[in-house]
């Protein structure tokens, strides 16, 4: 390079080339290459060419972002593949699983009719009538066609099996009389429910009750033996003697199946069901007509085999639902990875084209420099960065290129460097003319109207002419710099309330806890709106968006400048209040906010909303607290306001027996979570008398069944201190499945009557009883455990069966189905219980203790008393008193006609038989 050539570049640290003798132009400082154009040259290599290799490098970065991509998709289509089947394989498997119970309900049904037949020598029809009428068959199953009993008949031919009697009579006049002979699949199903003792299907055929109507369908009938008076029969040949009928139920096979389907299959899968019984596929059902969907491969095949007959259960996906969701999503990531693919590959080679570009550009100045001044002048001024020149001492600039009279003014060449800065440390560096030489530093310049912006600046002292010259390098970094600024204030700040977020508040709190002893002390404040769920619900989430920012607004007014307001997550706060003096000053500023907020009333679309809001507090004198557990104790606090009734304060302490309280069943659900597995639960047992006293000799004992947890120390806890936290906690369920399933498995050692227990109550809470698979788990395990349904009793209380009528009902009728009772407990504790009480199914009714306690002394109690008394009789259910505490109010209960009684004074609780080993 020529005397005193100087080439810049952003970002690389040249230090300046000491100037050797040349060519000085007359208006400037700037040095003239010298005339002789050879001696002391430093000679620059011409770079590579460069676009082959911006070519390449964009090449493999195109290839690698499609490679990516097509990864990603292909990954993406696996995973909506994977989950199309699992949603598929649900839906198929609940069908399955409904079409399995449809059958063994039927069989239910027949059994309950069968056990009509085996209790009585002579059945009637207007026996068979009522109990048909009873049963209400039709509500469970739409597709009943007949529940029809065909009696034997021996005659000089054989053995024939009429139609006696059917119900309903309407429809099925033509089935009256009928010769189940004459339809040979109908009868082989009879006959091999006579030689199985077991519940038989027919193979399909056309009923005669839809022969004469025209209408087009298959039906099946399930069949059961009707034997003669006496013990089961135990061989093929004990039974065909015995032989006195069969009934059966017929069904149309389109109502049967498709009543149990859910309607999302049908929106989603085409089921077919075929009887593969024999060496023919028989159809029986189908759900969709026209072609399937076997695109991606999917297909549910299943055998049912039930009543001697096996049905095939196939299912496709459905053409307008197979491909929903298959690749749309999949193809805009495939197009987005492609577009980004592409991009990528323009920025590489952008960037390797812009470095040999900006290399060659280099060398190609360098070249023209030593041909003309001029050139070098103009290149300089071309170059994007600020350059400046200014003597050292006192700092005047002497030149400035294009870029730097743009950004500082036409007429910074007037003014002094120092001048340029806000810095004022950078300022009186160059003051002293002995700057830091080389150093880059991101610094605010002004320009020449006062216009400030960033800059990246390095200041070189160079030596030109003989004379110490500054120059300086500078790039406008401003654009960076608000982005910058602008990441930083989304990491810490939330988009909707412009609100700090929580990793910001936790980090500030974790700074206050640091300041504990230096300062005074702080307070955090968790505040959680009052019924924001109801402002979304009923306005939606824009509403409840515009809600949560302007409440922001209205509690920073509320704050001091030195504390600190955080949005949480959701609708919950946070504040940090600083500088408080104790804990009543912190419960004041607590007060001052939640009278902020409910004073607020937010209108959207003409409606209006009264705002309220929680607030739980923790005072911050401790050190050594964790900003997790500062958190929890505030979110308990918050809890507790919300408890206490809402729109209050409530600030967390040690001593707060509501908060202990609380504490205390989280520990108790930690512990039920592992009870079963650790032999913890145990179960006892109190008597229930019969009235009056003393109890029948005849009559077996009654109980009913209680829980109690043994704690470490081997004592009983009663349930009153642990079940609050099953409940709360969600761990009911579980605890009534164990207490069910254990009653269950030991009934016969549970009272020292053993097999001559009369009859144990078992108590259902709320959660049990809404779960609508428990009343089939019931019935199952009745079955596996042989236990008669008519000793077992369910109780359940007035404020569960009025949450939820319906469930309530639909669960009782279930058990009743099976021969199960029914107990309505604490009954009279509710507002409208005679209102519901003969609506639900029910065998006992069982009086509030509140009322049977007090009867003797309060008139009303005794009212109370009797009336529930009367009206149970009425309805024709036992009536049974609780807490009775002694003879008199026993002898008072029994004039009353009361029923049963139980108390402590009459049988304390004792653990079950089979908890003594």
């Not at 149309?252 to 309607?263: A, C, E, K, T």
């Not at 008597?687 to 829980?707: D, K, N, T």
Request: aromatic share 8%; with cysteine.
């Amino acid at each position: 390079m020529s005397a005193g050539a100087v080439v810049y570049h952003r970002r690389e640290r040249h230090r300046a080339v000491t100037s050797l003798p040349g060519k000085k132009h007359p208006d400037d400082s700037l040095p003239v290459p010298p005339d002789d154009g050879g001696a002391g040259d430093q000679v620059i290599p011409q770079p590579p060419r460069w676009h082959v290799a911006a070519y390449l490098w964009g090449l493999l970065a195109l290839l690698l972002g499609l490679s990516l991509a097509l990864a990603v998709h292909e990954q993406q289509k696996q995973r909506l593949q994977a989950e199309r089947t699992l949603v598929r394989n649900e839906l198929a498997n609940k069908a399955y699983v409904a079409l399995q119970g449809r059958l063994r309900a039927a069989e239910s049904l027949l059994r309950a009719a069968q056990s009509l037949f085996l209790s009585s020598e002579e059945v009637d029809a207007g026996e068979y009538a009522g109990f048909y009428a009873n049963m209400r068959p039709r509500e469970q199953f739409p597709s009943l066609l007949a529940l029809a009993y065909a009696r034997r008949e021996l005659r000089p031919d054989g053995e024939h099996y009429v139609t006696r009697w059917v119900e309903p009579a309407a429809g099925n006049e033509t089935v009256v009389g009928l010769d189940v002979g004459t339809q040979p699949r109908n009868l082989a199903a009879l006959l091999a429910s006579r030689d199985s003792d077991r519940a038989t299907l027919s193979a399909p055929f056309h009923p005669l009750q839809l022969a004469g109507s025209g209408v087009v369908g298959e039906g099946v009938t399930l069949r059961l033996p009707i034997y003669s008076p006496g013990p089961p029969p135990r061989t093929v040949d004990e039974r065909r003697a015995r032989m006195r009928g069969s009934i059966a139920a017929s069904f149309r096979l389109d109502g049967m199946v498709g009543n149990s389907l859910p309607d999302s299959l049908t929106r989603n899968l085409r089921l077919q069901v075929s009887d593969v019984t024999g060496p023919e596929a028989l159809p029986l059902f189908d759900s969709g007509h026209g072609a399937v969907w076997l695109g991606d491969g999917y297909r549910y095949e299943r055998k049912l085999a039930y009543g001697g007959r096996v049905w095939s259960v196939r299912m496709w996906p459905l053409p307008r639902h197979a491909g929903a969701g298959a690749g749309g999503w999949g193809r805009t990531t495939l197009w987005a990875g492609v577009l980004s693919s592409i991009l990528l590959a323009l920025l590489v080679y952008s960037v390797v084209s812009t470095r040999q570009r900006a290399l060659e550009l280099g060398w190609r100045m360098s070249r023209r420099y030593r041909e003309s001044e001029e050139r070098f002048r103009a290149l300089n001024e071309l170059l994007p960065a600020l350059v400046l020149l200014a003597e050292a001492d006192g700092g005047r600039i002497t030149y400035a290129n294009q870029a730097a009279r743009a950004r500082l003014g036409e007429h910074v060449v007037e003014r002094r460097l120092p001048d340029l800065f806000e810095d004022p440390d950078l300022r009186a560096r160059l003051g002293s003319a002995a700057p830091r030489d080389g150093e880059w530093t991101e610094t605010p310049l002004h320009g020449e109207a006062g216009a400030r912006f960033w800059a990246d600046v390095a200041i070189s002292r160079i030596a030109l002419d003989g004379g110490a010259r500054l120059l300086m390098v500078a790039s406008d970094i401003s654009e960076q710099r608000r982005l910058t600024e602008r990441l930083s204030h989304q990491a810490s700040h939330d988009a909707l309330t412009e609100l700090y977020n929580r990793r910001e508040f936790e980090l500030r709190l974790q700074a206050a806890l640091e300041e504990i002893g230096a300062a005074a002390p702080a307070a955090l404040l968790y505040l959680d709106l009052d019924q924001f769920k109801l402002i979304n619900d009923t306005s939606g989430h824009l509403a409840g968006d515009q809600l949560l920012a302007r409440l922001a607004a209205v509690m920073r007014r509320q704050l001091g400048a030195g504390d600190v307001l955080a949005r949480l997550g959701g609708d919950e706060f946070g504040v940090l209040v600083a500088n408080v003096a104790d804990r009543a000053a912190a419960e004041q500023a607590a007060e001052r906010v939640r009278r902020c907020i409910d004073g607020y009333v937010f209108s959207w679309e003409q409606r209006s909303y009264q705002v309220s809001a929680s607030i739980g507090g923790v005072l911050i004198d401790r050190p050594g607290v964790l900003v997790k557990d500062l958190l929890a104790q505030a979110d308990t606090a918050c809890y507790m306001a919300k408890e206490l009734g809402r729109n209050r304060v409530h600030f967390y302490s040690e001593r707060d027996d509501e908060t202990v309280r609380r504490h205390g069943e989280m520990e108790w659900a930690n512990r039920l979570r592992w009870a079963v597995d650790e032999g913890r639960l145990v179960l006892a047992y109190q008597e229930i008398m019969p009235l009056p006293l003393p109890p029948v000799a005849e009559a077996g004992p009654s109980v009913e069944l209680l829980l109690r947890f043994r704690d470490e120390s081997g004592e009983l806890v009663v349930p009153g201190v642990f079940l609050p936290a099953a409940e709360r906690y969600g761990l009911m369920p579980a605890v009534d499945r164990w207490v069910i399933e254990t009653a269950l498995a030991h009934f016969d050692q549970l009272h020292p009557a053993g097999a001559g227990l009369h009859m144990a109550a078992i108590n259902l809470s709320g959660a049990s009883v809404e779960d609508e698979a428990l009343a089939g788990r019931i019935i199952g395990w009745l079955r596996h455990y042989k236990v008669d349904p008519s000793r077992v009793c369910f109780e359940i209380t007035e404020t569960v069966a009025v949450r939820n009528l319906s469930q309530v009902v639909r669960f009782m009728e279930q058990l009743r189905a099976v021969g199960c009772r029914i107990a309505l407990d604490d009954f009279g504790a509710g507002m409208s219980s005679f209102t519901y009480l003969k609506n639900l199914p029910l065998d006992i009714l069982k009086i509030d203790g509140s009322f049977v306690r007090d009867m003797l002394t309060d008139p009303v109690s005794h009212l109370m008393v009797r009336a529930v008394t009367d009206i149970g009789h009425r309805l024709g259910l036992q009536v049974v008193a609780e807490w009775v505490t002694d003879r008199e109010t026993v002898q008072a209960l029994a004039e009353l006609g009361v029923n049963g009684v139980q108390g402590f004074s009459l049988h304390r609780p004792e653990l079950a038989r089979f908890q003594h080993d």
